[in-house]
């Protein structure tokens, strides 16, 4: 039995050597202090905001803040409990964070919080509960309200939008979306709302659909398919272009650099400067005045090997 315990013992120590050797080799520890996947990203003062997420085979509660002038990495304190597949939008003054799951795989978070960060005493606190449990969704911030966008609750997929007046206290339920999805990516610009990709159970884990959404009027309208359905991407508008860009596909096995762009004005795709490297998870935000988008984390490896491959470093992408 002592044999056994120690070939046991020794046998993880060394694939924990090797996975340490690895991800040195593979660069998947720079950066962040603790690198991880799953994850959503705000801006505020010039700032890219990440809380939670799947850290190296744990669920995580920390938050860190990149300047995005410095390109420096700092602490924003902690969620009051550990979650990923988190939404993060802010306003002016904050920033949020909603929904999400508490264990591996998918554990939803019961409590259903919508929590606030201050700036100013580094704290998360929890200021309203959620319509219900729900993770994998997306969340925005419009003329002082916010949006969720999405997601699943209890292995459902939904089409809901709900709509929190942050200075009522109040949830309205908004027209839903004609595709239910989990796992897209929104774009904002204007009172123009674009949900892309993401995977359903009805149309499988690559949906290529884009929906647009306007924020004023409450209707949905279609738009042209995604030339690669991909699920965990990112998103971004820019001069009249929509650009979708990383990702994975769960069918092919596949962690995704593309970049696919959408010009809004012609509804033609051509093809954009792809991610240096390929993620998939990960969390982004726009890079004050550069024409690019900041892109942190994610997972290097698609599915369950996202446990053992989540990265910290940030990479540029090019927007044209």
Same mark, same amino acid.
């Given at each position: 039995m002592r044999k056994f315990f120690l070939a046991t013992?020794?046998?993880?120590?060394i694939v924990a050597s090797g996975l340490t050797l690895l991800r040195m080799a593979m660069g998947w520890n720079d950066g962040m202090r603790e690198t991880r996947s799953e994850i959503h990203a705000t801006s505020l003062d010039d700032k890219l905001y990440v809380a939670g997420g799947i850290g190296l085979f744990r669920v995580l509660d920390s938050c860190?803040?990149? $300047?995005?002038?410095?390109?420096? %990495?700092?602490?924003?304190?902690h969620l #009051?409990?550990?979650? =990923?597949?988190? /939404?993060? &939008?802010?306003?002016?003054?904050?920033?949020?964070?909603?929904?999400?799951?508490?264990?591996?795989?998918?554990?939803?978070?019961?409590?259903?919080?919508?929590?606030?960060?201050?700036?100013?005493?580094?704290?998360?606190?929890?200021i309203s509960k959620?319509?219900?449990?729900?993770?994998?969704?997306?969340?925005?911030?419009?003329?002082?309200?916010?949006?969720?966008?999405?997601?699943?609750?209890?292995?459902?997929?939904?089409?809901?939008?709900?709509?929190? $007046?942050?200075?009522?206290?109040? %949830?309205?339920?908004?027209?839903?979306? #004609?595709?239910?999805? =989990?796992?897209? /990516?929104? &774009?904002?610009?204007?009172?123009q709302l674009y949900v892309t990709g993401g995977r359903s159970a009805a149309l499988g884990t690559e949906i290529t659909r884009i929906e647009v959404y306007d924020l004023m009027e409450n209707i949905w309208e279609r738009l042209p398919d995604m030339p690669i359905g991909r699920g965990g991407h990112g998103a971004v508008v820019h001069?009249?272009?929509?650009?979708?860009?990383?990702?994975?596909?769960?069918?092919?096995?596949?962690?995704?650099?593309?970049?696919?762009?959408? $010009?809004?004005?012609?509804?033609? %795709?051509?093809?954009?400067?792809?991610?240096?490297?390929?993620? =998939?998870?990960f969390a982004f935000a726009n890079t004050g005045g550069s024409g690019g988008v900041t892109v942190v984390g994610g997972g290097a490896r698609p599915g369950m090997e996202t446990i053992y491959s989540v990265t910290g470093d940030a990479q540029l992408v090019e927007l044209k």
């Amino acid at each position: 039995m002592r044999k056994f315990f120690l070939a046991t013992a020794l046998f993880i120590l060394i694939v924990a050597s090797g996975l340490t050797l690895l991800r040195m080799a593979m660069g998947w520890n720079d950066g962040m202090r603790e690198t991880r996947s799953e994850i959503h990203a705000t801006s505020l003062d010039d700032k890219l905001y990440v809380a939670g997420g799947i850290g190296l085979f744990r669920v995580l509660d920390s938050c860190e803040v990149l $300047d995005l002038t410095t390109r420096d %990495w700092a602490s924003c304190g902690h969620l #009051p409990r550990p979650l =990923h597949h988190v /939404a993060m &939008a802010a306003d002016d003054d904050h920033v949020y964070a909603s929904g999400g799951y508490v264990a591996l795989p998918f554990q939803a978070d019961l409590e259903a919080g919508l929590f606030r960060f201050d700036t100013r005493t580094q704290d998360w606190f929890e200021i309203s509960k959620l319509p219900h449990p729900i993770g994998q969704h997306a969340m925005l911030h419009f003329d002082g309200s916010l949006y969720i966008v999405g997601g699943q609750n209890d292995g459902q997929d939904l089409n809901t939008l709900w709509r929190y $007046d942050i200075s009522k206290d109040s %949830w309205s339920a908004m027209e839903p979306m #004609p595709t239910a999805r =989990h796992s897209h /990516a929104i &774009a904002v610009a204007g009172n123009q709302l674009y949900v892309t990709g993401g995977r359903s159970a009805a149309l499988g884990t690559e949906i290529t659909r884009i929906e647009v959404y306007d924020l004023m009027e409450n209707i949905w309208e279609r738009l042209p398919d995604m030339p690669i359905g991909r699920g965990g991407h990112g998103a971004v508008v820019h001069q009249n272009r929509l650009h979708i860009f990383g990702g994975e596909s769960l069918r092919e096995g596949m962690v995704l650099s593309n970049h696919d762009i959408l $010009d809004l004005i012609t509804n033609k %795709w051509t093809v954009g400067t792809p991610l240096k490297r390929p993620r =998939h998870g990960f969390a982004f935000a726009n890079t004050g005045g550069s024409g690019g988008v900041t892109v942190v984390g994610g997972g290097a490896r698609p599915g369950m090997e996202t446990i053992y491959s989540v990265t910290g470093d940030a990479q540029l992408v090019e927007l044209k």
